[in-house]
């Protein structure tokens, strides 16, 4: 159902409507598709949208609540790894004193903080809800963090965070999502020191793609919905598993450089299997891809040869039955002008008048030889037209269909066929023709 459903899908929608579903974690690829309609397929917007339902925030459309769905992200697995780690107890009298005499002051100074952020989000609604320019977010973070740390820190990725999922979905790495806590105590000397740190720039700019977003912002606020961290500074590293982008490791709270790489390592090292299985396996389906593609353009090309014979033995039948065709023609046109030449034979004797005795005085004795060796003869009145002459040698059986009759000597050709202009030619006599005479029957198709 679904693959009919799909058909209609152009290339470009069909891999958005893959990119929605991996993204989010919807395995219904009507529903993927009915999402992605309401947004006019922009992919972005719709995850976004997507998130926020999850999250149990007002979707930007007035739909009814959206049913329970998977999450876009395998946020928990059972071997996740969490470090967690704590504050810097005081050491000392000094700094225990100093603890002690501080910490009625910050109590205090936390719990007014707390109240007024909390009358705050009552009078005035959280603006970071609304995600509207989530590259925005990215782009002016970066921007801040140069300006407030320097510039030498790794790579940030410059793009949403769910460019930066399908990136190293789409290119198998390992993806390092740095939330930003701008008012921590901790976020300072971990962004000088740790990420500042040329052997922490070189380890993750050659090991994983790093995407990073302060929480104030709308993007980083959905991102921090998202993973629910607990403190800052906060990492996690994310990777493909099981075809789905999965939370393997939480980071949270200060740490060294060093301690961090070691970290971030032996995770790496514990997942590097998952990546290694799914670029087999995308090997294995790019090959049976290509495998197929092959035979389908074989399988197309020797369509296209038989189609091609088939177009060839139809126009060779079709020649064929045209030439049958024309050759009946011509036999039937042929019998046709056999039929009505012997039509024309009977009609012309029966105009021939009747042969006058040898005896005759006005009789002249006419010897024909024809083409083919053959002699006839008759006799005809002098005062008769040339014409039946020409009427009896035509309707001869040996005569030729088109023929003209000569005298020997002096050779001459005698009018006596009969036209439009001289229905009536000369007579016997009017030809200077004596009482016997040898004439010769010419073939004009020899």
Same mark, same amino acid.
């Given at each position: 159902m679904a693959e009919a459903e799909a058909e209609d899908l152009s290339p470009e929608q069909t891999e958005k409507l893959i990119q929605f579903q991996d993204l989010t974690g919807i395995e219904e690829i009507d529903?993927?598709?009915?999402?992605?309609? &309401?947004?006019?397929?922009?992919?972005?917007?719709?995850?976004?949208?997507?998130?926020?339902?999850?999250?149990?925030?007002?979707?930007?459309?007035?739909? #009814?609540?959206?049913?329970?769905?998977? #999450?876009?992200?395998?946020?928990?697995?059972?071997?996740?790894?969490?470090?967690?780690?704590? #504050?810097?107890?005081?050491?000392?009298?000094?700094?225990?004193?100093?603890?002690?005499?501080?910490? #009625?002051? &910050?109590?205090?100074?936390?719990?007014?903080?707390?109240?007024? &952020?909390?009358a705050f989000q009552i009078l005035r609604p959280d603006p970071r809800r609304n995600v509207t320019d989530p590259l925005g977010d990215v782009v002016r973070f970066i921007q801040t963090y140069n300006e407030r740390y320097g510039e030498n820190h790794p790579v940030f990725y410059q793009g949403s965070y769910s460019q930066a999922l399908n990136d190293a979905k789409t290119e198998l790495r390992f993806l390092l999502v740095y939330l930003h806590g701008m008012d921590h105590q901790d976020s300072?000397?971990?962004?000088?020191?740790?990420?500042?740190?040329?052997?922490?720039?070189?380890?993750?700019?050659?090991?994983?793609?790093?995407?990073?977003?302060?929480?104030?912002?709308?993007?980083?606020?959905?991102?921090?919905?998202?993973?629910r961290e607990n403190t800052y500074p906060f990492l996690a590293l994310i990777v493909l598993r099981q075809n789905r982008m999965t939370v393997v490791a939480r980071i949270e709270g200060p740490i060294e450089s060093e301690q961090l790489m070691q970290r971030l390592e032996a995770i790496m090292g514990d997942n590097e299997a998952s990546l290694v299985a799914a670029r087999a396996d995308r090997e294995e389906r790019s090959f049976n891809q290509s495998l197929r593609?092959?035979?389908?353009?074989?399988?197309?090309?020797?369509?296209?040869?038989?189609?091609?014979?088939?177009?060839?033995?139809?126009?060779?039948?079709?020649?064929?039955?045209?030439?049958?065709? &024309?050759?009946?023609?011509?036999?039937?046109?042929?019998?046709?002008?056999?039929?009505?030449?012997?039509?024309?034979?009977?009609?012309?004797?029966?105009?021939i008048p009747p042969e006058p005795e040898s005896g005759h005085p006005e009789s002249v004795r006419v010897v024909l030889k024809l083409p083919h060796g053959t002699r006839i003869e008759r006799r005809f009145l002098k005062s008769q037209s040339l014409k039946y002459l020409y009427y009896f040698t035509f309707c001869h059986v040996d005569c030729p269909d088109d023929f003209h009759i000569v005298t020997n000597f002096p050779r001459k050709t005698l009018p006596c066929e009969p036209t439009d202009a001289c229905p009536d030619p000369i007579t016997f006599e009017e030809a200077g023709l004596g009482k016997n005479e040898m004439l010769f029957v010419q073939d004009n198709e020899a």
């Open positions: 529903r993927c598709r009915q999402t992605l309609e &309401r947004h006019n397929w922009d992919i972005e917007v719709a995850v976004q949208d997507t998130f926020n339902e999850q999250e149990g925030r007002q979707s930007v459309f007035d739909e #009814p609540p959206p049913e329970p769905r998977a #999450p876009p992200m395998n946020l928990e697995p059972t071997d996740q790894r969490v470090f967690t780690v704590q #504050p810097r107890q005081p050491q000392g009298i000094v700094q225990w004193g100093y603890y002690i005499i501080t910490l #009625p002051f &910050r109590f205090l100074y936390t719990t007014l903080l707390d109240i007024i &952020r909390f300072e000397s971990f962004c000088r020191n740790t990420l500042g740190s040329q052997t922490v720039i070189n380890f993750i700019n050659t090991s994983m793609l790093f995407w990073a977003c302060d929480t104030n912002s709308p993007e980083g606020y959905r991102v921090s919905q998202a993973l593609q092959q035979q389908d353009e074989a399988y197309l090309e020797s369509l296209r040869q038989d189609q091609e014979k088939e177009r060839r033995k139809r126009e060779e039948k079709e020649l064929i039955k045209a030439e049958e065709a &024309r050759k009946r023609q011509q036999k039937e046109d042929h019998e046709q002008m056999l039929q009505e030449r012997e039509n024309r034979k009977d009609q012309l004797r029966n105009e």
